[in-house]
């Protein structure tokens, strides 16, 4: 059985676990890794691979350019892309490298072998969250990728789940997904709370509470905006031992040891006014989710209260039902 020689190059420690474990699969894979774009490009010469799993959103060195470098330096070696990206722009982009095929990270367990298999095969697969029909682009003689269902159509970007079954931070629910999570800091200090804070919290007279505004990346692309508010007397030195790039859920857990246990979410439907267009990179009147939450701890005490805005193209919001 002939063996194959793998790169496997993603920031994420968490999804290049997942990845190493659905190739554990097959025998004949023989993996490597890389956890940045210049490290990517460097272990590609040395090591020669035979097939290169490449992100696009990588520290140092984005993947476009990796590709760019590998290219020239390694000529033998097939490149599939594995992103969160599906934007048409940034896909129209890696497929006119050359390269032979593309993978959604959301679609990673059901369509990572098969792409693998059939690019190792001399095929070009893209996962089938980028939809495929007869008659895209006629007018293109020699399209870059094809596929039994047709040439190759950019769509709406896929959506990810907003769940309330379960408290994730955002930094947690992006990993899970294998996505990189950051943050943009806003504001991080100290104020006088608003009204509805006052209320949510159960806040004393002229209590004071820390404000965290950040905007929430995964992957380099802007998902939402969020803005925290907790009590300053229960954490008054936040602004001093909490790095705002970081989960806060796991601060408040590992710092003073207070977890989140339950909490009260409200989601609304809104359009974006020009300020938060801007920080989410979309039109001003665009679709958004606002969501409103009250966090509580073990026996029922209020902690923090959030108000955010995420992208509607880029979330749905999911409900499982009992009878």
């Given at each position: 059985?002939?063996?194959?020689k793998?790169?496997?190059?993603d920031?994420v420690e ?6 190493l ?8 894979f023989?993996?490597i890794q890389?956890s ?7 272990r ?6 035979d097939?290169?799993?490449?992100d696009?959103?990588?520290?140092n060195?984005?993947g476009?350019d ?6 020239k330096l ?6 599939l892309?594995?992103?969160q990206e599906?934007?048409?722009e940034v896909?129209?982009e890696?497929l006119?490298?050359g390269?032979?095929?593309y ?6 367990h ?5 792409a693998i298999e059939?690019v190792?095969?001399g095929e070009?697969f ?5 939809e495929?029909?007869e008659g895209?682009d006629a007018?293109d003689p020699?399209?870059?990728f094809?596929?039994r269902r047709?040439?190759l159509?950019?769509v709406?970007?896929?959506k ?10 955002f930094s947690?629910e992006?990993e899970?997904?294998?996505?990189r999570?950051e ?17 949510a919290l159960r806040l004393a ?19 939402g905006?969020e803005?925290?508010f907790?009590?300053?007397?229960l954490?008054p030195d936040?602004?001093?031992r ?6 806060l859920?796991r601060a408040l857990?590992?710092v003073?040891?207070?977890q989140?246990a339950?909490?009260d979410e409200?989601a609304?439907v ?8 801007q920080l ?11 969501f ?30 009992r009878?």
């Amino acid at each position: 059985m002939r063996s194959f020689k793998i790169l496997v190059v993603d920031d994420v420690e968490a999804f290049r676990r997942l990845v190493l474990l659905l190739l554990q699969q097959r025998a004949e894979f023989q993996v490597i890794q890389a956890s940045d774009g210049l490290e990517a490009v460097r272990r590609a010469e040395e090591l020669q691979p035979d097939l290169i799993l490449l992100d696009i959103g990588l520290p140092n060195l984005n993947g476009i350019d990796v590709a760019r470098r590998v290219g020239k330096l390694v000529p033998s070696a097939k490149i599939l892309f594995l992103s969160q990206e599906s934007s048409p722009e940034v896909v129209r982009e890696a497929l006119s490298l050359g390269v032979q095929g593309y993978v959604l990270k959301l679609s990673v367990h059901s369509d990572l072998l098969p792409a693998i298999e059939a690019v190792l095969g001399g095929e070009r697969f893209v996962s089938s969250g980028l939809e495929f029909s007869e008659g895209t682009d006629a007018q293109d003689p020699d399209p870059p990728f094809q596929n039994r269902r047709g040439r190759l159509a950019f769509v709406s970007p896929l959506k990810l789940e907003k769940s309330f079954r379960q408290i994730l931070s955002f930094s947690e629910e992006m990993e899970v997904r294998g996505l990189r999570p950051e943050s943009k800091v806003l504001s991080f200090e100290i104020v006088s709370p608003p009204p509805e804070v006052i209320g949510a919290l159960r806040l004393a007279p002229r209590e004071q509470v820390i404000r965290l505004q950040r905007v929430r990346v995964a992957d380099s692309f802007p998902m939402g905006v969020e803005s925290s508010f907790l009590w300053a007397r229960l954490f008054p030195d936040l602004p001093r031992r909490f790095d705002p790039g970081k989960s806060l859920y796991r601060a408040l857990a590992d710092v003073y040891g207070m977890q989140v246990a339950v909490a009260d979410e409200v989601a609304e439907v809104g359009v974006a006014t020009s300020e938060e267009a801007q920080l989410l990179q979309i039109s001003s009147g665009s679709p958004i989710f606002k969501f409103s939450r009250i966090s509580y701890i073990h026996g029922g005490q209020p902690v923090e209260y959030v108000e955010s805005y995420y992208r509607g193209d880029r979330y749905k919001i999911v409900q499982r039902l009992r009878q």
